[in-house]
């Protein structure tokens, strides 16, 4: 696996432009958004997006990014939290027409289409260093690059069907060295990725936005089972000898097979395969 450690190749730090500049650059880059904002700090963006929805649901997808969050949430309600211009913080809201049991697939779907969009930005052969941790954390080989976090809503607007989906994306730009000495687990960091000099943070958002709005559109159309086979392909776990770990205790331990039609993923113990499902667990590749 490529350690990134290693690399002579990196790319400069990016800055965070003023949050008008950024907001008015990604308003015209986006024109199906309806919304396009950028503070320069809030407490969560997803938390800011998810309490518009209630109170004004037309007019999706929109965009809020912060420099800084001070109420910042990952998966299972753990907090996160990052200095300004350390990581890239954006949270992105669509309209969706999906039941409810189909929604936790979304999780996965957009760690996959996080995965391919910034593939493409990276454009060479070390993309494929890039993959994705289930449900939806990326990884810069055995490195967590960023975490992504998908959260919904029914509408209740009579006009608005559906659910309110939003997700969540930090992304580390800087200071992996720290964090992982801090954190005690390998961190990644997009100044070592050598992406291209004229890819910033802007051309990141953009990749992203248009990467989860085609990815929900169309996993409306086909389901979850039509990204099954392209998920496969960005797949960090499988093959893995793997635990399943729930508030500490080790639930399961098998080898990773996939997800199957629904987002789970597929482990196979002595006892058969097992479906895990989504937001219940964290995974760890086994020691």
């Not at 518009?52 to 420099?67: D, F, S, T, V």
């Not at 994705?132 to 006009?159: F, H, I, M, T, Y």
């Amino acid at each position: 696996a490529y350690n990134p450690a290693m690399s002579s190749l990196s790319t400069p730090s990016l800055a965070l432009p003023a949050p008008p500049t950024l907001a008015h650059l990604l308003a015209d880059w986006l024109p199906a958004f309806g919304q396009v904002g950028w503070k320069a700090e809030t407490g969560s963006t997803n938390a800011d997006l998810l309490a518009q929805a209630r109170e004004r649901p037309e007019g999706k997808p929109w965009l809020l990014g912060a420099h800084l969050q001070t109420q910042g949430r990952g998966r299972v309600g753990r907090s996160w939290q990052s200095p300004a211009g350390a990581a890239l913080m954006v949270s992105f809201a669509f309209d969706v027409h999906l039941l409810a049991a189909d929604l936790p697939a979304l999780s996965p779907l957009t760690g996959l289409a996080a995965c391919e969009s910034l593939r493409a930005l990276i454009g060479n052969d070390r993309a494929d260093s890039l993959t994705v941790k289930w449900p939806n954390d990326l990884q810069w080989g055995q490195a967590k690059l960023a975490g992504l976090l998908v959260e919904s809503l029914r509408n209740q607007n009579g006009l608005i069907a559906g659910h309110t989906i939003v997700v969540g994306i930090g992304l580390n730009l800087r200071d992996a060295d720290t964090l992982s000495q801090t954190l005690g687990r390998p961190i990644a960091d997009w100044s070592q990725i050598g992406a291209p000099a004229d890819v910033g943070v802007a051309e990141i958002v953009r990749a992203l936005a248009n990467g989860f709005h085609q990815a929900l559109l169309d996993v409306q159309r086909e389901g979850f089972g039509a990204f099954v086979q392209r998920y496969a392909q960005v797949d960090a776990l499988a093959g893995q000898a793997v635990n399943v770990i729930d508030q500490g205790r080790i639930l399961q331990q098998g080898i990773a097979q996939g997800l199957d039609a629904q987002g789970r993923l597929l482990l196979r113990t002595d006892s058969g395969v097992q479906p895990i499902i989504v937001g219940e667990v964290s995974i760890r590749p086994q020691s």
